[in-house]
């Protein structure tokens, strides 16, 4: 395998990068554990195209509120589930898979909780936290606990899991008249606002789970504190 092969593979394909990253990504861990296992004896290098740059797409809160807006006026099979869903993403950032996966004992609305990890779950390099509830997304929680069942999902449609919910999502974004917003964007949003309201780099990537320092510092320009030390020096300069 060569890195000819690989880029011949992404041709063929036809994708995105970002989606010939993440194929390619999955048959280098195919082969590194084929190896660790004793299967085959050497393990070719996959060459990964680069990474792309992340979207610095984020709502404003006039946008989220519009969206909120429209999830909570939307189609009677999605209101119970998909305001809520919002909710949990703009206020723990947690990534949609997570969120889904959410079921009501992870969620201890006493002390005020949560844990996007459920029991096995297995730890990959896409951390998930376990954080304190903000007041008025426990608020809405406790109304939707509920509605709900001692051992049921938090986001369900008639009491079964969702594992996909993009037509429902995309619904709402249209009636609120946004565009290029997914499930991730509401993530990337929760982080720049914590940026926004002076939280720490560190802070903010324990908040989201990361596991890479480097992530976090996507939101570093969006720090009120950004660059201020260095505006700071050329100010102190004298002509």
């Given at each position: 395998?060569?890195?000819?092969?690989?880029?011949?593979?992404?041709?063929?394909?036809?994708?995105?990068?970002?989606?010939?990253?993440?194929?390619?990504?999955?048959?280098?861990?195919?082969?590194?554990?084929?190896?660790?296992?004793?299967?085959?004896?050497?393990?070719?290098?996959?060459?990964?195209?680069?990474?792309?740059?992340?979207?610095?797409?984020?709502?404003?809160?006039?946008?989220?509120?519009?969206?909120?807006?429209?999830a909570?006026?939307?189609?009677?099979?999605?209101?119970?589930y998909?305001?809520?869903?919002?909710?949990?993403?703009?206020y723990?950032?947690?990534?949609?898979?997570?969120?889904?996966?959410?079921?009501w004992?992870?969620?201890?609305?006493?002390?005020g909780r949560?844990?996007?990890?459920?029991?096995?779950?297995?730890?990959?390099?896409?951390?998930?936290?376990?954080?304190?509830?903000?007041?008025?997304?426990?608020?809405?929680?406790?109304?939707?606990?509920?509605?709900?069942?001692?051992?049921g999902?938090?986001?369900?449609?008639?009491?079964?899991?969702?594992?996909?919910?993009?037509?429902?999502?995309?619904?709402?974004?249209?009636?609120?008249?946004?565009?290029?917003?997914?499930?991730?964007?509401?993530?990337?949003?929760?982080g720049?606002?914590?940026?926004?309201?002076?939280?720490?780099?560190?802070?903010?990537?324990?908040?989201?789970?990361?596991?890479?320092?480097?992530?976090?510092?996507?939101?570093?320009?969006?720090?009120?504190?950004?660059?201020?030390?260095?505006?700071?020096?050329?100010?102190?300069?004298?002509?």
């Open positions: 395998m060569t890195r000819e092969t690989c880029r011949a593979y992404a041709r063929e394909r036809g994708k995105a990068p970002g989606t010939i990253r993440r194929e390619l990504a999955t048959l280098r861990a195919a082969i590194n554990y084929a190896k660790d296992e004793g299967r085959i004896t050497y393990a070719p290098t996959v060459h990964l195209p680069p990474k792309p740059e992340g979207k610095d797409r984020w709502l404003r809160r006039s946008e989220a509120a519009a969206l909120l807006n429209a909570r006026n939307g189609h009677a099979t999605t209101r119970p998909l305001p809520l869903f919002i909710l949990i993403a703009l723990t950032g947690a990534r949609k898979g997570a969120i889904l996966e959410l079921r004992p992870q969620v201890d609305l006493v002390a949560i844990d996007f990890n459920p029991p096995g779950r297995q730890r990959t390099s896409k951390g998930r936290a376990h954080l304190p509830i903000p007041r008025r997304l426990l608020t809405f929680l406790r109304l939707a606990r509920r509605r709900g069942t001692d051992l999902w938090v986001i369900h449609k008639d009491g079964a899991p969702l594992d996909n919910m993009k037509r429902a999502f995309n619904t709402a974004c249209a009636d609120a008249g946004l565009d290029d917003v997914t499930p991730h964007t509401l993530r990337h949003t929760c720049t606002w914590l940026a926004q309201a002076g939280v720490p780099l560190d802070k903010i990537g324990g908040w989201l789970g990361h596991s890479d320092a480097r992530t976090t510092q996507l939101y570093a320009h969006h720090h009120p504190d950004f660059m201020e030390e260095a505006r700071n020096a050329v100010d102190r300069r004298r002509a």
